[in-house]
């Protein structure tokens, strides 16, 4: 899963940027309104994490021109104020949820991933695919009930396979979910995952489906 | 003593109705007074004209012997004749010798004695009476006497009860009267004083209502020149000094909250990230980094935001002396002089006297974060100007750079809290969005102004004006 955080305050948005990617995230990172409409604009991310007060943009005309642009993706705002106007004023906007600064990492992260699984329309936080399940908030994998172990990677890949189960993703959208600017990737890393996939789940469920991508299936 | 209620509206009704009760009481008392009298004056004259005929009736013409004394009737004849009296009044007659001759009593007793009769007795008509007529009430009669020069008496007399027999109905009469006249003053009384307390009411229900929390309510004032309206008046300044020193508290708190989430957010997400597990000594040094940066630019911010609370609108904490703006100026540029030229500016003064009564060092403060701005904000190779004097009563201080300047659109805004022309500016030259509204709250507190004359991309001028000191 990957995200874009846009934070002007250098140390905040840094330790957001650590943590996430401890989380197994993907993490883009922009200091101002300007720098973050262009990522969120040209690249596609499952979430935005999107400061209020912010230089040259602020957060609200972010926002504003994204949704205008058609961007769908879910937006949790960053505010120092939190007040009820503001909400009022972000939630009219099209923000999805709110976080009035200071807060919590943990909570920060659940938000992410329920934001997430909410604009996929699985606001559940198990995903079933046949014998499969996979438990977004600990990030576990069962098979027949088993525990699968899996890397933080592995899990990333076979989280966005089975959020769009009994479709087929295509391997660019694989990468630009799994990798951040950070990553320098070969291109055959993916295959190096989905091969590790197949051994621990089984062939069967982690279909190729040629010209289209990779599928995961009951 | 009895317990008044509290209220004051009661305690002034019973006290009103009492004085009023006291009034219609004396009123009526005398009116009694003067009705008794009158029919004790009544009773006076029929008992003097019955005297006239008592004499003839108890010595009637026959017992007289011409020349001679008279000769008393006998008991038997005398109390024969009694019995059949025409009045019921009682008499005495006396002797001068203070014997009684006859004695008749109002419960019907009958004393005669015909042995006291004296010895020269004289006829009654003889010796002047009913002459020499006196009324007078004793004990509980009314009485009419009369004395012969020799001593002899005679008195009449009727229980005062029966006199006032008809007073029975003048006084029932009387006391409604009188519950009638109490009742209509009293009554509308009440109903007065409660209009006279209104405002009263009105400024301890506004009381009430600012009490539990709207500090932006008033007392109405209807009638502002009455004790009560001057009041009200006094109240509502100080209600409105209330709120405004609430609003400022409110806006601190506001401000000091906002401004300090971020960095205890930067404090709180990089600690838990370094704790989450464990991590390189670099990471944890990094963090330690974090938490002493953001500490730092928060005791800056407290600092500035105490300083501003301060002063906001008030001038009790300054220390005034009497001084001169180019002494100040000249101080001032001492500090910031040697920092321009370390940035390759040129820095102009044109100092001329303006003497102005203020403290020494908060309007020197003011003058430097000026000073610091222009230094701030300006461009390679600029300049800046300092200047003072005096011009039309007022002394002022100016201060000009060649810098950045403010946008149009933005210029109302500079002297508000946090607010920064570029937000990015602030991160290379660590301003707080503070120092404006700090200068500003010390000039204000002096009793004076502060303005701005920028144009975008050409620089500022920032002037200082304040009464000048004669």
Same mark, same amino acid.
């Given at each position: 899963?990957?995200?874009?955080?846009?934070?002007?305050?250098?140390?905040?948005?840094?330790?957001?940027?650590?943590?996430?990617?401890?989380?197994?995230?993907?993490?883009?990172?922009?200091?101002?309104?300007?720098?973050?409409?262009?990522?969120?604009?040209?690249?596609?991310?499952?979430?935005?994490?999107?400061?209020?007060?912010?230089?040259?943009?602020?957060?609200?005309?972010?926002?504003?021109?994204? !949704?205008? &642009?058609?961007?769908?993706?879910?937006?949790?705002? #960053? *505010? $120092? /104020?939190?007040?009820?106007?503001?909400?009022?004023?972000?939630?009219?906007?099209?923000?999805?949820?709110?976080?009035?600064?200071?807060?919590?990492?943990?909570?920060?992260?659940?938000?992410?991933?329920?934001?997430?699984?909410?604009?996929?329309?699985?606001?559940?936080?198990?995903?079933?695919?046949?014998?499969?399940?996979?438990?977004?908030?600990? !990030?576990? &994998?069962?098979?027949?009930?088993?525990?699968?172990? #899996? *890397? $933080? /990677?592995?899990?990333?890949?076979?989280?966005?396979?089975?959020?769009?189960?009994?479709?087929?993703?295509?391997?660019?959208?694989?990468?630009?979910?799994?990798?951040?600017?950070?990553?320098?990737?070969?291109?055959?890393?993916?295959?190096?995952?989905?091969?590790?996939?197949?051994?621990?789940?089984?062939?069967?469920?982690?279909?190729?489906?040629?010209?289209?991508?990779?599928?995961?299936?009951? | 003593?009895?317990?008044?209620?509290?209220?004051?509206?009661?305690?002034?009704?019973?006290?009103?109705?009492?004085?009023?009760?006291?009034?219609?009481?004396?009123?009526?008392?005398?009116?009694?007074?003067?009705?008794?009298?009158?029919?004790?004056?009544?009773?006076?004259?029929?008992?003097?004209?019955?005297?006239?005929?008592?004499?003839?009736?108890?010595?009637?013409?026959?017992?007289?012997?011409?020349?001679?004394?008279?000769?008393?009737?006998?008991?038997?004849?005398?109390?024969?004749?009694?019995?059949?009296?025409?009045?019921?009044?009682?008499?005495?007659?006396?002797?001068?010798?203070?014997?009684?001759?006859?004695?008749?009593?109002?419960?019907?007793?009958?004393?005669?004695?015909?042995?006291?009769?004296?010895?020269?007795?004289?006829?009654?008509?003889?010796?002047?009476?009913?002459?020499?007529?006196?009324?007078?009430?004793?004990?509980?009669?009314?009485?009419?006497?009369?004395?012969?020069?020799?001593?002899?008496?005679?008195?009449?007399?009727?229980?005062?009860?029966?006199?006032?027999?008809?007073?029975?109905?003048?006084?029932?009469?009387?006391?409604?009267?009188?519950?009638?006249?109490?009742?209509?003053?009293?009554?509308?009384?009440?109903?007065?004083?409660?209009?006279?307390?209104?405002?009263?009411?009105?400024?301890?229900?506004?009381?009430?209502?600012?009490?539990?929390?709207?500090?932006?309510?008033?007392?109405?004032?209807?009638?502002?020149?009455?004790?009560?309206?001057?009041?009200?008046?006094?109240?509502?300044?100080?209600?409105?000094?209330?709120?405004?020193?609430?609003?400022?508290?409110?806006?601190?708190?506001?401000?000091?909250?906002?401004?300090?989430?971020?960095?205890?957010?930067?404090?709180?997400?990089?600690?838990?990230?370094?704790?989450?597990?464990?991590?390189?000594?670099?990471?944890?040094?990094?963090?330690?980094?974090?938490?002493?940066?953001?500490?730092?630019?928060?005791?800056?911010?407290?600092?500035?935001?105490?300083?501003?609370?301060?002063?906001?609108?008030?001038?009790?904490?300054?220390?005034?002396?009497?001084?001169?703006?180019?002494?100040?100026?000249?101080?001032?540029?001492?500090?910031?002089?040697?920092?321009?030229?370390?940035?390759?500016?040129?820095?102009?003064?044109?100092?001329?006297?303006?003497?102005?009564?203020?403290?020494?060092?908060?309007?020197?403060?003011?003058?430097?974060?000026?000073?610091?701005?222009?230094?701030?904000?300006?461009?390679?190779?600029?300049?800046?100007?300092?200047?003072?004097?005096?011009?039309?009563?007022?002394?002022?201080?100016?201060?000009?750079?060649?810098?950045?300047?403010?946008?149009?659109?933005?210029?109302?805004?500079?002297?508000?809290?946090?607010?920064?022309?570029?937000?990015?500016?602030?991160?290379?030259?660590?301003?707080?969005?503070?120092?404006?509204?700090?200068?500003?709250?010390?000039?204000?507190?002096?009793?004076?102004?502060?303005?701005?004359?920028?144009?975008?991309?050409?620089?500022?001028?920032?002037?200082?004006?304040?009464?000048?000191?004669?």
């Amino acid at each position: 899963m990957r995200v874009l955080i846009v934070e002007d305050n250098d140390h905040l948005r840094k330790s957001i940027v650590d943590y996430l990617r401890d989380e197994s995230f993907a993490v883009d990172s922009a200091a101002d309104g300007e720098e973050g409409l262009y990522k969120v604009l040209n690249w596609d991310y499952d979430i935005l994490l999107l400061d209020v007060m912010l230089p040259h943009r602020d957060g609200f005309e972010v926002l504003q021109e994204l !949704r205008k &642009a058609g961007k769908t993706l879910p937006v949790l705002m #960053l *505010t $120092a /104020r939190g007040e009820l106007s503001d909400r009022v004023h972000g939630l009219n906007n099209g923000a999805d949820d709110y976080l009035a600064k200071p807060f919590e990492m943990e909570e920060m992260v659940a938000r992410v991933r329920a934001g997430i699984r909410r604009s996929n329309g699985k606001p559940a936080p198990h995903l079933v695919v046949g014998p499969i399940t996979l438990n977004t908030s600990t !990030r576990m &994998a069962t098979l027949h009930g088993k525990p699968v172990e #899996l *890397t $933080a /990677r592995e899990y990333a890949l076979m989280e966005i396979l089975a959020t769009r189960r009994e479709e087929a993703v295509s391997r660019n959208y694989l990468y630009e979910h799994l990798f951040d600017e950070r990553d320098d990737t070969l291109s055959n890393m993916l295959d190096v995952y989905i091969y590790k996939l197949r051994q621990k789940f089984g062939r069967e469920h982690i279909q190729t489906r040629r010209g289209f991508g990779y599928q995961l299936t009951a | 003593m009895i317990q008044l209620p509290q209220s004051i509206r009661w305690q002034i009704f019973v006290y009103y109705s009492a004085l009023i009760a006291t009034a219609i009481v004396l009123l009526g008392a005398s009116h009694l007074v003067v009705i008794s009298r009158e029919l004790e004056q009544k009773a006076g004259l029929k008992m003097q004209a019955q005297l006239q005929g008592v004499f003839p009736f108890i010595f009637p013409p026959s017992r007289f012997n011409p020349g001679g004394p008279p000769t008393p009737p006998s008991k038997e004849e005398m109390d024969a004749r009694l019995q059949n009296r025409q009045f019921r009044e009682m008499i005495e007659m006396i002797t001068s010798q203070n014997q009684f001759l006859i004695a008749v009593f109002h419960t019907g007793e009958i004393r005669y004695s015909s042995d006291n009769v004296p010895s020269d007795f004289q006829h009654p008509e003889d010796i002047g009476f009913p002459e020499r007529l006196a009324t007078q009430v004793v004990r509980s009669s009314l009485t009419v006497t009369s004395f012969s020069p020799r001593g002899d008496g005679v008195i009449m007399g009727v229980p005062l009860i029966s006199v006032y027999e008809p007073l029975k109905g003048e006084v029932t009469g009387t006391i409604l009267v009188g519950l009638a006249a109490f009742t209509v003053i009293s009554l509308p009384g009440y109903w007065l004083i409660g209009r006279g307390l209104r405002p009263i009411h009105q400024i301890s229900d506004a009381a009430k209502r600012i009490s539990a929390g709207d500090l932006s309510e008033r007392i109405d004032m209807t009638s502002q020149r009455s004790e009560l309206g001057q009041l009200a008046g006094t109240l509502n300044q100080t209600f409105q000094r209330l709120q405004e020193a609430l609003q400022r508290q409110v806006q601190f708190t506001a401000d000091a909250s906002h401004e300090l989430r971020t960095p205890v957010a930067a404090i709180l997400a990089d600690c838990q990230f370094s704790l989450k597990k464990e991590r390189p000594v670099e990471r944890y040094l990094e963090t330690i980094g974090v938490c002493q940066d953001s500490a730092r630019h928060m005791s800056q911010l407290i600092e500035r935001l105490g300083l501003l609370a301060k002063f906001d609108g008030q001038d009790t904490l300054l220390e005034r002396e009497s001084l001169d703006l180019r002494e100040l100026a000249e101080q001032a540029a001492g500090v910031i002089e040697p920092l321009a030229h370390e940035q390759g500016l040129s820095f102009e003064m044109d100092l001329q006297p303006g003497l102005v009564l203020a403290d020494r060092l908060r309007l020197g403060q003011a003058v430097i974060n000026l000073l610091n701005n222009a230094l701030r904000y300006n461009q390679p190779q600029g300049w800046i100007r300092l200047s003072t004097g005096e011009d039309r009563g007022k002394a002022f201080v100016e201060v000009e750079d060649s810098g950045v300047g403010i946008p149009a659109d933005k210029i109302d805004k500079v002297f508000e809290r946090f607010f920064r022309v570029d937000a990015s500016r602030s991160k290379n030259t660590g301003g707080s969005g503070l120092g404006l509204a700090i200068t500003k709250s010390i000039v204000e507190a002096h009793g004076g102004t502060i303005r701005v004359f920028s144009q975008h991309g050409r620089g500022s001028r920032f002037r200082i004006d304040l009464p000048a000191k004669n």
